[in-house]
């Protein structure tokens, strides 16, 4: 079957670049279907080549100049791996971070590489969201993608439903309470909810448990999701039991 | 005389889109060279067209389509300002941050933003590093770019040099202490030093008064530069006299 650029309808995703492919391999054997390496592609580590690694793990690696010129628009990248999409399901202990109408694939990946930093290994995406499994969203999760459990929902409700356990905290603009009041952290499970970049979470957020700002002054709209993410997450690590 | 796509030695820059193009008109007016409009202008608030801006400001409006071509990659762009560029000269009593080597213009913009959210205005860049006019980083500053003052040096011994009464936290993955362990504001005027996205800074920085770091767990490398920049301006903005 030809492997033709990432279509959000496609039943397998692939990992641009070594490193990436190596975090693959490693973490989701069982999902590879094929690694393909560019007939360029320079053995910097003599003991550590992807021939060997795909050897050493049972993997079919095929040299394969033309995939690289349909999926890769980066020059320097020597080494691919296509895998099944997997399903994966959210802890009921753990935190969650909730993504409702997420747009952007870099900020997608890059939340979840600060969140992997912070100990956040559960992610809930409501619908319309972007796609978790585009190469842009794992390339810029730096590997973080392969170390997360992620689901995603129709609706907050449905979510809701199903982890009606887990406290809600929701970012917003006009939050009743500023980040650094909360002093404890909270006893049951928590959810930590973010909105869209453009226009942040619909003001029904207020009705649904805790309602949190991160103060800046007024000379700029907002802060960058990822960024109010990262502060979030770090305080919420921060908190003493 | 021709405007061209943006380059780095050329004397002007531009903003591109309508909320951009006003706040250079409101901040920085007196650099303005010719406000372009595009033919499928559509003028949304009667009271409020670029037009009447342009005129009210006693600027320069020109109909061209062509240019859009040339300038923009969206497509949803209609407005186009370009100003000549300007020189700022940093404060000597302010808090500056200062960004060796940064290497992603996108980067840079939503460090300006975040910066100026908590209150820090005045950004030092080491060279290497990209260029604070390029379109891509007014953009990703939101506009924050007009309200800032920066600089560049040849090395950051020429920074410390002319700025050697500002206290200096460098942010390093080794740094010497936690990030929470600053527990009150510096008396004196300060500098919060953040090294390349790719290779953070170089160990000689343990030289160089505190080495901060931010801590996170093993499970990733880094965190991505602007977050870890957006946990330490909220963080030092936060801290109590």
Chains 1, 2 share one sequence.
């Not at 609706?155 to 603009?173: A, K, P, V």
Request: with cysteine; net charge neutral; hydrophobic share 35%.
């Amino acid at each position: 079957m030809e492997i033709k650029r990432y279509k959000h309808n496609a039943g397998y995703s692939y990992t641009l670049g070594m490193a990436l492919t190596i975090e693959l391999i490693k973490y989701k054997r069982e999902s590879v279907r094929t690694i393909y390496v560019h007939p360029d592609y320079i053995v910097q580590d003599k003991n550590r080549t992807i021939f060997d690694i795909c050897e050493r793990a049972a993997l079919p690696c095929e040299v394969n100049g033309k995939i690289f010129s349909r999926l890769s628009m980066k020059e320097n990248t020597y080494v691919i791996g296509v895998f099944e999409k997997y399903l994966t399901d959210l802890s009921r202990e753990e935190p969650h971070i909730v993504l409702v109408n997420p747009g952007d694939s870099g900020n997608l990946g890059t939340i979840l590489r600060t969140g992997l930093g912070f100990g956040f290994r559960d992610y809930a995406i409501i619908r319309p969201g972007v796609d978790i499994y585009a190469p842009k969203a794992i390339r810029a999760s730096m590997g973080a993608f392969f170390h997360v459990r992620f689901s995603y929902f129709d609706s907050f409700d449905e979510y809701r439903t199903q982890f009606s356990g887990h406290e809600i905290y929701s970012f917003m603009l006009d939050g009743e309470m500023e980040l650094r009041e909360i002093g404890e952290k909270p006893i049951q499970p928590y959810s930590l909810i973010f909105g869209n970049e453009g226009t942040g979470l619909p003001c029904c957020f207020h009705n649904y448990g805790k309602s949190v700002c991160i103060a800046h002054n007024h000379e700029i709209d907002s802060l960058n999701l990822a960024i109010a993410f990262g502060i979030a997450a770090r305080a919420f690590a921060e908190l003493k039991n």
